[in-house]
């Protein structure tokens, strides 16, 4: 069973940057895609970005698209996400995902399993 440890949420202000850690166990990174989404409360969780160590191609949500970045580290099974000129807008819950691929044309990227989540504020 997948399992996931995020980790690197906190206060940023607006035009600053954090860098989120997944700890990822149950799967193998070098064979399973990784992805983040996110949740504000009262709206729909959002997919924002997908790898598919498959075709080795990443996919980005339209609203981190130039901001953020991620990486992974398959002998660490950690996969990383850098998020750099955040905005209040991306105030959120962040959560690493796993998935059967990435999907473009579905709201999560068809991710369809994650963790607890990391709380990301960006606030002056």
């Known amino acids: 069973q997948e399992q996931f440890v995020e980790s690197g949420g906190g206060l940023v202000q607006p035009g600053g940057s954090l860098r989120l850690s997944c700890l990822a166990s149950g799967f193998d990174l070098n064979y399973h895609v990784i992805g983040w989404l996110r949740q504000v409360p009262g709206k729909e969780r959002e997919g924002i970005i997908c790898?598919?160590?498959?075709?080795?191609?990443?996919i980005y949500g339209d609203s981190v698209k130039g901001r953020f970045t991620m990486s992974r580290d398959t002998a660490k099974n950690t996969a990383w996400l850098q998020m750099n000129d955040l905005k209040p807008d991306d105030t959120a819950v962040y959560y690493c995902?796993?998935?059967?691929?990435?999907?473009?044309?579905?709201?999560?990227?068809?991710?369809?399993?994650w963790g607890q989540g990391t709380q990301v504020a960006v606030s002056s």
């Open positions: 790898f598919n160590p498959a075709d080795g191609k990443t």
């Open positions: 995902a796993t998935g059967p691929r990435c999907q473009s044309t579905h709201v999560l990227f068809n991710l369809l399993s």
